[in-house]
């Protein structure tokens, strides 16, 4: 080998070293939260559902994120926006400010009766589990380096003890899905607020046990179209 053939060589080498240890922007940032228990008890909710909302730039975050911001403004909220807590008339506007953001909806919904493994059926937190599971599992490539945000309030009741096996479980079936997980205070995060509500108006359309939210769906049925999106009901 000559001696700029050697140079040659060293140049790519030392281009591919610096690419490899340079780190990768994500594909699509993901928040995530949940509306409903893992408990089958008769005081339980009747169905879980975990729901993400995913962007494709941190334009559309930064975009979506100012709209619950004004959201806010408007109805002088000082603390989160949580979906159980929120009275119909913010959230009637609440959904309908949000329909120039950009992102997509993915989410799980369980009904519980439906669940007949006593392995969930008996724990509250694998049930928990279950979902996100098939939910980051079934991301049909939608999911690829992705960057996951979770209340870090969650963490225990998603049995996740940390990020490495939130991780190691999401990329087991599909490698390379997530990226990385960070937890984060949802008082302070309005896209994991963000991903409340829509948890929330989706458990409150199929619930039984309280009366049935119907018309906040249809507000954003759109974000749920596969492939981007899904609402899969799990059995």
């Excluded at 700029?4 to 994500?26: C, H, I, T």
Aim: glycine share 4%; net charge positive; aromatic share 10%.
């Amino acid at each position: 080998m000559s001696e700029e053939e050697v140079d040659k060589f060293v140049e790519a080498y030392q281009a591919a070293d610096k690419l490899a240890r340079e780190p990768v922007k994500p594909s699509t940032w993901v928040y995530l939260d949940d509306s409903g228990d893992g408990s089958t008890s008769q005081q339980a909710s009747s169905h879980l559902v975990m729901a993400t909302c995913v962007f494709r730039s941190t334009e559309d975050m930064e975009h979506a994120s100012r709209l619950v911001d004004q959201c806010a403004e408007k109805f002088g909220i000082k603390g989160e926006f949580k979906f159980s807590k929120t009275r119909k008339k913010v959230k009637d506007y609440f959904f309908d400010s949000m329909h120039e953001a950009k992102f997509s909806v993915r989410a799980i919904c369980l009904d519980k009766q439906l669940i007949k493994s006593r392995k969930y059926t008996t724990n509250a937190p694998m049930m928990k589990g279950l979902a996100i599971a098939q939910l980051l599992d079934h991301g049909f490539g939608i999911l690829q380096n992705s960057k996951v945000f979770i209340d870090g309030q969650d963490t225990k009741a998603f049995k996740i003890p940390d990020a490495a096996y939130f991780m190691d479980a999401a990329n087991r079936k599909n490698p390379g899905a997530v990226a990385q997980v960070k937890f984060v205070d949802s008082h302070s995060n309005r896209l994991i607020q963000l991903a409340d509500m829509h948890a929330g108006a989706i458990n409150a359309h199929f619930r039984r046990d309280k009366p049935r939210l119907t018309h906040y769906i249809p507000t954003f049925q759109h974000r749920m179209r596969i492939p981007d999106g899904t609402l899969w009901h799990f059995k």
